[in-house]
């Protein structure tokens, strides 16, 4: 049995996962959603925490899929700590360059209620460099459609909330963009699908 670990991004709840997570037990892999305080804590502080939760699981194979912030922790994770699994890695529209609506949002009224301490070697960029052990693979959303429309649109492609240009880390093993909203992929059957494809490859299908 090969265990996912699924990570939330911010303002959300392990729940929010368990659409994705229903597709990978349906294709036979074992899911566990971590729950961290998004913006109570940084990024820093959540991997630290997610350090301390997969230490109990078991295994030869851990991956782990995060969405949004979700991929920031894992950032710092793999940056801070050797994780004697193997295993490979899917981020899904996680803005690893930096958010230009984070920063958009940190000036405006209840900024430190918004987003915390996410944004502290998080969402305003700073994010340790990606170190290369696993296979890492990005899905980013072209359907604009979220809240940050809210704070201007953009001729830019984007998912409603992070852009293109922010998911595209250096050292990738992969990327693809598909027509999702930045909530919306994590309800797709067909981001679901690139996601096992990953998992099971290395690198994602051209056929979906």
């Known amino acids: 049995m090969e265990t996912v670990v699924l ?9 929010v996962m368990q659409p994705l997570a229903l597709r990978l037990r349906q294709a036979g892999y074992d899911t566990r959603c971590f729950s961290y305080p998004s913006r109570k804590k940084t990024p820093a502080q959540n991997a630290s925490l997610l350090k301390e939760y997969t230490r109990g699981i078991a295994g030869e194979r851990l991956h782990f899929v ?19 699994h193997q295993g490979r890695v899917v981020m899904l529209g996680s803005p690893v360059c930096g958010s230009a609506n984070a920063e958009k949002f940190q000036h405006l ?26 296979e890492l ?8 459609v979220g809240v940050g429309n809210l704070l201007g649109r953009s001729a830019q492609t984007n998912d409603g909330a992070v852009f293109l240009a922010e998911t595209q880390l250096p050292g990738l093993t992969d990327h693809v963009t598909m027509p999702v909203s930045h909530t ?14 990953f998992l099971k490859n290395g690198y994602f299908s051209f056929d979906m």
């Not at 969405?67 to 050797?82: D, E, K, P, W, Y």
């Not at 919306?184 to 494809?197: C, D, F, Y």
């Open 109 to 134: 009224p209840l900024s430190h209620w918004t987003l915390g301490n996410s944004i502290e070697q998080g969402l305003l960029g700073d994010v340790p460099a990606w170190q290369g052990r696993r």
């Open 66 to 84: 995060a969405h949004s912030l979700g991929g920031i922790v894992l950032m710092h994770f793999f940056a801070r700590f050797t994780e004697p």
């Open 184 to 197: 919306g992929m994590l309800m797709s059957a067909r981001v679901a699908r690139q996601v096992i494809h």
């Open 7 to 15: 990570l939330h991004g911010i303002w959300m709840k392990p729940m």
């Open 137 to 144: 693979g990005m899905i980013a959303g072209s359907r604009s």
